[in-house]
């Protein structure tokens, strides 16, 4: 896989997985890494792509930590800086051919989790199936978020939703109570 061809939030997502197999002493860079990298981008595309797919993303963390938590640890000598897993291999090969699928140029975030929910014989993949995150699913949330957009650059999520990003839904508001009553 070459790591040019991933977005910069992809990028971000790979560094802080090895970051989080660092901190927790695993030898080892796992999908469960990557899995609470992207839940923990709070600026990013996964949360949202979650939120409509009706899981909570928070709850998905602290379920994921727990897994992680049950991981094999290496103390001592032993320890060195993490590697990739030939499991999260797998997720990212599934991840290009998932950007492949959609025609765009980059690897994102989005094609990551793709990834992910295909591996369903591995502890992230288990996770997603059983809160009903599945491929075809995630299409269509995908549709509703970034639209017909295709990544086409190294940073696309600028792109995605940015009415909901710049603006207020004064007609959403109106519905809540939260706008001040207007006479005239």
Do not use: C, W
């Amino acid at each position: 896989m070459r790591f040019d061809k991933l977005t910069v939030k992809a990028q971000e997502a790979v560094q802080q997985s090895q970051e989080l197999a660092d901190q927790g002493n695993q030898s080892q860079i796992e999908p469960l890494h990557l899995l609470l990298a992207l839940l923990g981008q709070r600026d990013g595309v996964v949360g949202p792509l979650l939120r409509k797919l009706g899981v909570d993303p928070d709850m998905l963390e602290q379920r994921a930590q727990q897994e992680l938590d049950k991981l094999p640890r290496v103390y001592g000598s032993n320890a060195g800086p993490a590697g990739l897993s030939a499991r999260l291999r797998e997720v990212l090969e599934r991840a290009t051919k998932e950007a492949d699928r959609l025609k765009d140029e980059y690897i994102s975030t989005e094609h990551m989790l793709l990834g992910l929910a295909a591996k369903k014989d591995e502890p992230a993949g288990k996770l997603l199936a059983e809160l009903g995150v599945q491929g075809d699913k995630i299409y269509q949330a995908l549709v509703q978020i970034r639209g017909t957009q295709r990544v086409t650059d190294q940073n696309p999520e600028a792109k995605y939703q940015a009415l909901e990003r710049y603006g207020r839904d004064l007609t959403e508001m109106a519905r809540k109570g939260k706008l001040d009553p207007v006479i005239g």
